[in-house]
């Protein structure tokens, strides 16, 4: 059962297999998630709920990920939300470029899993300890790194 001040979550990526399927992974570790196919799509699931968590990949049609990332952090009632990137560009240049942009964390597709869910779990923690996180909106299931 889903505590009902869970995080919510929003994957965002236009390959629909992965999305499912990290959607269901979040959502069996209690997580609230919501799903885009672009980061435009993205931008209008963030206006009409609340979320505190974006995992975005950074190569999409319509609107890529550096270019979410910068309309969140535009939007003062978006910019809170921790956005990571989840790409299957693993380069030197591209984790630089990521850390630049200003994404609170980056991964290489496929990632550990294990790895993601501490990163989430001790990120939100981390806003709520310093409080910028908006109060009652969120609070992470435990997470335990192995």
Known sequence: ?????????LVVDDERDYVE????????TGYRVLTAANGQLAL????????????????????????LLR???AEPALSDALV??????????THARCAHAGFDAFFVKP?????????????VARQ??????????CVPPVARRR
Not at 84 to 93: E, L, N, T
Not at 111 to 123: H, I, K, S, Y
Not at 128 to 137: C, H, I, K, W
């Open 71 to 73: 309309a969140i952090r």
């Open 128 to 137: 709520r300890v310093q409080g910028e996180q908006a109060p009652g909106t």
């Open 111 to 123: 990632c550990d899993l294990r790895d993601l869910m501490w990163t989430v779990a001790t990120g």
């Open 21 to 28: 399927t990290l959607a269901l992974l979040l959502q069996a």
């Open 84 to 93: 990571m990137a989840v790409s299957g560009w693993g380069g030197r240049d």
């Open 44 to 67: 209008q699931a963030m206006r009409t709920h609340s979320v505190q968590v974006v995992l975005t990949d950074l190569a999409m049609p319509v609107l890529d990920g550096f270019s």
């Open 1 to 9: 059962m889903v505590d009902s001040q869970a995080c919510t979550i």
